[in-house]
């Protein structure tokens, strides 16, 4: 079955992964600051989130 909304959504990860050379650390990196600096409150139903967040930051930077 053919879905463009899922189509689309293929597109920008493929897109996104590929700007950060398909390194999963500097993904996920990138896109915990864009939600950090997103202006939007994010529901978080782990309870850990924060603990996540600062564990990535403190990750080496491959970029």
């Known amino acids: 079955m ?25 993904l996920a990196r990138e896109l915990m600051r864009r939600q950090r600096t997103a202006g939007r409150r994010v529901v978080n139903l782990s309870g850990d989130g924060a603990q996540r967040v600062a564990e990535a930051d403190a990750l080496p930077s491959s970029r």
């Open 2 to 26: 053919h879905d463009e909304v899922i189509d689309e959504l293929w597109r920008a990860k493929d897109a996104i992964a590929k700007e950060f050379n398909y390194d999963v650390v500097a």
